[in-house]
């Protein structure tokens, strides 16, 4: 396994360029199963979720390639219908391939993604979608068995706006019978860019991005040509980067309209904006103040930000007050973040953070994906040096990340465990 190691205390300037969003690249490439013939994906981030949404796709007959310039997807051949463990194990985004399955083959063994580091995670929410559009679902050795000679367009109200659970549905609606309408859809920018695409495939869907949504079903779809939305938390993770180390970044290929309330936070903790094209700049205050949050579903503060977001606030000038509404433990950053001699007491899903001078360099370990970016943004400010070992947490969605940080002067490599 890899670890980084982090000598911390260096502002960090210059310019970065951001990838293509791996939460929307990832719901697209499922759609691919939906149409045959070669689908072109652009701006699609080399991350290890991509490569495992690849492996799935191929283990069930589909072709898939990835360089530099894209990504290429042909699903003409799509014989198999089953999602094993070992994979949907690594990755729970596989979820996703459950509804085009049962839309294109009327079929799909999906294992059950299991709990991860940050919470149960159930998709029970993506069940009663299709079980309204006509599915049967069986549940049988930790497999959703789901079967139905055409599905029909439904109703569904979702009693919280799952990110996925949209996405899913919204897959599975777009060559049902008839009209699906979606009440309480979740609206995150990665919602909307998989709308879009299924539009360019020939999906009729109206409403994407908003509460409701109404797909009418087509009878067939034609491949895709298009290129993903930028990574949106890559974006705020580099902002909160100029701010704990009073830096000047410029973040270049990235959609600042998509993070308003992290934005307006970030502004609260002193941190000053300059828009530029294609782009904005972030520049980071000597000394930031605290800022109180509480994550939301979109366009709420980005539960994907809370960790990197605590990180910055460890160094504060004052106390800030977190609470994280989405998932029932994401807080395993805190521990990592306490070695480093941060002042933070947990009550609930509520962190209290009393801001320090400054963080020591520490050995720590990633446990998730957020929670690994967040101990680099602690480390890139700390003073002396930090390991971070566990580190295919962060592969899973930062492309090159010791790159680009190096790039902006940190002093940061990455070694063989
Ligand atoms: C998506 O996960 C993202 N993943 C997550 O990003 C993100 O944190 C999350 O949305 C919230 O924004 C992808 O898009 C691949 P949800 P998802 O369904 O869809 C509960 C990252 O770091 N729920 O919106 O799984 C659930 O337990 C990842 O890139 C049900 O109860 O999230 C949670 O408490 C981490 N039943 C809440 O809803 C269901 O059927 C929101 O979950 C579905 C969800």
Redesign the pocket.
């Known amino acids: 396994m890899d670890r980084l190691i982090i000598n911390g205390g260096r502002k960090l300037t210059g310019t970065v360029e951001i990838s293509g969003a791996?939460?929307a690249a990832?719901p697209i490439m499922a759609a691919s199963i939906l149409a045959e013939g070669d689908h072109l994906l652009h701006n699609v981030p080399r991350l290890r979720d991509i490569m495992t949404m690849g492996r799935l796709l191929a283990n069930l007959g589909a072709g898939f390639h990835l360089d530099e310039n894209g990504a290429i997807l042909n699903c003409s051949r799509i014989s198999n219908y089953e999602a094993p463990y070992d994979l949907v194990s690594t990755m729970?985004?596989s979820v996703l391939i459950l509804g085009p399955l049962v839309a294109r083959l009327g079929r799909a063994k999906v294992s059950l993604p299991g709990g991860c580091a940050?919470?149960?995670?159930?998709?029970?929410?993506?069940l009663m979608g299709l079980k309204k559009m006509g599915a049967s679902i069986k549940l049988e050795a930790g497999y959703v068995l789901a079967r139905a000679k055409r599905l029909r367009g439904a109703a569904i109200y979702f009693d919280?706006?799952?990110?996925?659970?949209t996405e899913n549905i919204m897959m599975a609606a777009v060559l049902a019978e008839g009209r699906t309408v979606i009440e309480n859809a979740?609206k995150?920018p990665?919602v909307l860019d998989l709308a879009n695409a299924l539009i360019s495939m020939g999906a009729k869907i109206k409403g994407a991005g908003d509460s409701t949504i109404e797909i009418d079903g087509v009878t067939s779809l034609r491949p895709l040509d298009y290129s993903i939305i930028p990574d949106r938390?890559e974006t705020g993770t580099f902002m909160t980067i100029a701010g704990i180390t009073a830096g000047d970044i410029t973040i270049k290929k990235c959609r600042p309209d998509h993070l308003d309330a992290l934005i307006d936070k970030l502004r609260a903790a002193g941190i000053r904006f300059r828009n530029v094209k294609d782009g904005i700049r972030v520049i980071g205050p000597e000394r930031l103040n605290a800022a109180n949050t509480k994550t939301m579903?979109y366009p709420g503060f980005?539960?994907?930000m809370q960790a990197q977001f605590m990180a910055m606030m460890c160094v504060a000038q004052g106390t800030s007050v977190i609470s994280e509404k989405?998932?029932?433990n994401r807080f395993m950053h805190v521990a990592e973040l306490r070695r480093m001699g941060a002042d933070i007491t947990i009550e609930g899903g509520t962190a209290t953070v009393r801001g320090i001078e400054r963080l020591k360099g520490a050995p720590l370990m990633a446990t998730d994906?957020?929670a690994s970016a967040s101990l680099i943004v602690a480390a890139l400010a700390a003073e002396g040096r930090t390991t971070i070992s566990r580190i295919y947490h962060l592969d899973r969605?930062y492309e090159k990340i010791e790159d680009k940080l190096g790039r902006l002067g940190a002093d940061i490599r990455r070694e063989k465990e």
Do not use: M, Q, Y
């Not at 940050?118 to 993506?126: D, E, Q, T, V």
């Open positions: 791996k939460n990832l729970r985004a940050i919470g149960a995670r159930p998709i029970n929410l993506h919280i706006p799952t990110v996925t659970g979740a995150e990665e938390i579903p980005p539960t994907d989405i998932f029932e994906l957020r969605g």
